[in-house]
């Protein structure tokens, strides 16, 4: 009660100034260049926001919206946790954490050579209890935001993996029910071509899933991750068919991304 009575005349007084400081104050933190005591600091213009290269889906694995909004926002009995994104299973989407910021989504994992996957992706979280489909609604909704962050942080449109693909361990989101075939065919994700030819002879399928990012700390993992993407089936034996995926899966990689065209290329 008593601040309340000292502060209000004084917030009334200098309402401009109270206005402003805040922002001015925020602004300079943002822009504060953390400078490394080993070096000269001589700082250069010709530099912005690092981005992220990497989208990671998730379900939730809760019951509704609010309940995963709770979650994502608090911090929990077994830890805090968070996600860039949450979209709803009528599409409706909510951001929680900044593009430009690091949320906590993935944990401990690997992809390719990424081994800290929450510094250099966006998390993306389908509300979802874990064993139903995910309705055309959310998944519209899901393309719509992987068109914007991929042209608008230039992420390569191939870069799009799950949760289990990169913690295959510890994680079975987004699940043998995610459509990534649906997605493949919007452009994102990668998928095998139809008319791709059998592997040839000496084919080696433990190279092949490195080649794609997953990791071969358990084998049996990797594999029970790449039928999930790959096949929508559980399983961790490979088959015959699982060969003819990967071999049309490593026949062509991506390329690297364009800079932009005012983007210097340092010497
Ligand atoms: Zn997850």
């Given at each position: 009660m008593t601040p309340r009575l000292f502060c209000f005349p004084l917030v009334r007084r200098l309402r401009p100034l109270s206005v402003l400081l805040p922002i001015l104050l925020l602004a300079a933190c943002a822009h504060a260049p953390p400078r490394n005591p080993l070096a000269e600091w001589v700082p250069s213009p010709n530099q912005d926001e690092r981005r992220p290269v990497l989208v990671v889906l998730h379900f939730t694995?809760?019951?509704?919206v609010q309940q995963s909004l709770a979650t994502l926002r608090t911090r929990n009995r077994t830890g805090p946790v968070s996600a860039h994104y949450l979209i709803g299973r009528n599409g409706e989407r909510f951001q929680l954490?900044?593009?430009?910021r690091r949320a906590w989504h993935g944990g401990a994992g690997r992809w390719g050579t990424i081994t800290d996957i929450n510094s250099a992706s966006i998390g993306i979280e389908l509300?979802?209890?874990?064993h139903s489909p995910f309705p055309d609604a959310q998944i519209d909704s899901l393309l719509v935001l992987l068109e914007d962050l991929c042209q608008r942080?230039?992420?390569?449109?191939?870069q799009i993996v799950g949760h289990s693909d990169v913690a295959p361990t510890r994680k079975v989101d987004p699940?043998?029910?995610?459509?990534w075939k649906r997605l493949a065919e919007a452009g994102f994700g990668v998928w095998p071509a139809e008319s791709a030819p059998p592997p040839p002879p000496g084919f080696d399928p433990w190279l092949a899933l490195r080649a794609i990012g997953?990791?071969?700390?358990d084998p049996a993992a990797a594999v029970r991750a790449f039928h999930h993407r790959f096949r929508g089936r559980e399983g961790t034996e490979l088959d015959a068919e699982d060969l003819h995926v990967l071999y049309a899966l490593t026949a062509p990689l991506g390329t690297p991304t364009a800079p932009h065209p005012d983007e210097g290329d340092a010497p």
């Open positions: 694995d809760q019951d509704s954490v900044s593009d430009t509300d979802n209890d874990g942080l230039r992420i390569p449109r191939t699940g043998p029910l995610f459509p997953y990791s071969l700390d």
